[in-house]
T-cell receptor
Framework: GQNIDQPTEMTATEGAIVQINCTYQTSGFNGLFWYQQHAGEAPTFLSYNVLDGLEEKGRFSSFLSRSKGYSYLLLKELQMKDSASYLCAAVGNSGYALNFGKGTSLLVTP | DSGVTQTPKHLITATGQRVTLRCSPR?????VYWYQQSLDQGLQFLIQ???????AKGNILERFSAQQFPDLHSELNLSSLELGDSALYFCASSPARGSDEQFFGPGTRLTVL
């Protein structure tokens, strides 16, 4: 089975750094994705990790520890437009579909 | 714009009815995925097709069915609709059937009254 856990809500200040954690349990493992979703819109890809370590892409970084079943998304220099839901998704060994957590709603305040 | 198109954008219908949602993947993508997003459940995987064949099934009800046609577009059929089927339905596509990035369409918002 699949189990993805992430915090429901977080609040951070414009210009700050925020870390969104995700723990997962999957049947097999073929990678961990992070997506961003603004209300009523489609999810958009942020990052993909399949090996342990940190992947950096501009203001966003994602970390994976396969042995701990743990990932985090790090957002630096927060902007108001970063207010959105951040979805952690693990890919198991069943058809490569994304198994999503319920998402973390991030509110960036001035 | 992800390159994935979905029609219709909005759909309002009554309980007991049947509807068809349509998805056209990005040019060249062979895999199509369907997801349901409701307020309390988050994004749930329904079904995946790869090059016309069913590849994997998730939490798809027996009242729901899908297919992928030779031109690679896909349709999701929802029948005997219930109030609880009201949700956003997303289609996503990817180049292959492996662990690569999925590109999501804009979704179809289904409201069952």
């Amino acid at each position: 089975g699949q189990n993805i856990d992430q915090p429901t809500e977080m609040t951070a200040t414009e210009g700050a750094i925020v870390q969104i954690n995700c723990t997962y349990q999957t049947s097999g493992f073929n990678g961990l994705f992070w997506y961003q979703q603004h209300a009523g819109e489609a999810p958009t890809f942020l990052s993909y990790n399949v090996l342990d370590g940190l992947e950096e892409k501009g203001r966003f970084s994602s970390f994976l520890s396969r042995s701990k079943g743990y990932s985090y998304l790090l957002l630096k220099e927060l902007q108001m437009k970063d207010s959105a839901s951040y979805l952690c998704a693990a890919v198991g060994n069943s058809g490569y579909a994304l198994n999503f957590g319920k998402g973390t709603s991030l509110l960036v305040t001035p | 714009d992800s390159g994935v198109t979905q029609t219709p954008k909005h759909l309002i219908t009554a309980t007991g009815q049947r509807v068809t949602l349509r998805c056209s993947p990005r040019s060249g993508d062979l895999s199509v995925y369907w997801y349901q997003q409701s307020l309390d459940q988050g994004l749930q995987f329904l079904i995946q097709y790869y090059n016309g064949e069913e590849r994997a099934k998730g939490n798809i009800l027996e009242r729901f069915s899908a297919q992928q046609f030779p031109d690679l577009h896909s349709e999701l059929n929802l029948s005997s609709l219930e109030l609880g089927d009201s949700a956003l339905y997303f289609c996503a596509s990817s180049p292959a059937r492996g662990s690569d990035e999925q590109f999501f369409g804009p979704g179809t918002r289904l409201t069952v009254l």
